[in-house]
């Protein structure tokens, strides 16, 4: 059997303790990656090749990575 103080025992006790609340209180804190908005002024769908992507810059037009097109507001796409 191994023999330890009482004292050393309610340090170890302490110091883990301490350890183990510091560790959860910066998992929790952490930032989670920013998630895309699915609001439908972001989301766009092209006229030509109906390629639906995301353009945040919030314009009245916008053009589409994939054909160059370029689209008006009108050919928003509406989140369900």
């Keep these: 059997m191994i023999k330890i103080e009482f004292s050393l025992a309610v340090a170890l006790y302490l110091i ?5 609340i510091l560790l959860a209180l ?4 952490r930032k989670e990656p920013k998630q895309f908005s699915s609001e439908k002024n972001f989301l766009w769908q092209c006229s030509i090749c109906t390629y ?3 353009d945040s810059r919030y314009t009245s037009m916008s053009q589409c990575p994939r054909c160059g097109s370029y689209n008006k507001k009108d050919g928003v796409v509406t989140s369900s």
């Design 52 to 54: 639906v992507y995301i």
């Design 26 to 29: 910066v998992f929790k804190n």
């Design 16 to 20: 883990l303790t301490t350890c183990i």
